[in-house]
């Protein structure tokens, strides 16, 4: 077992879709997205990005097996 063994993808920075301050609407954060490459776990990938297991499961409720992930899914970290 090798984690991470075929290289990182890119973490993309994607706009939250707030609006201006003149809307009345609170911006909102950017949320950063990686995306999965061949070898990699959900648990190496909260590793990587400094969250726990639960907190990644609880940004991408999507996800309903957490053991079966795809190279070229996008999974949200933030």
């Not at 590793?47 to 097996?65: E, H, K, M, V, Y």
Request: a positive charge; proline letters at 5%; glycine letters at 16%.
């Amino acid at each position: 077992f090798r984690e991470g063994f075929f290289g990182y993808a890119a973490i993309r920075q994607v706009s939250g879709g707030g609006g201006s301050p003149s809307s009345g609407k609170t911006p909102q954060a950017a949320a950063s997205y990686y995306t999965v490459a061949a070898g990699d776990t959900l648990w190496g990938i909260a590793g990587r990005s400094g969250l726990t297991l639960a907190q990644l499961l609880a940004l991408n409720p999507g996800i309903s097996n957490p053991n079966l992930i795809h190279a070229g899914e996008k999974v949200r970290l933030s």
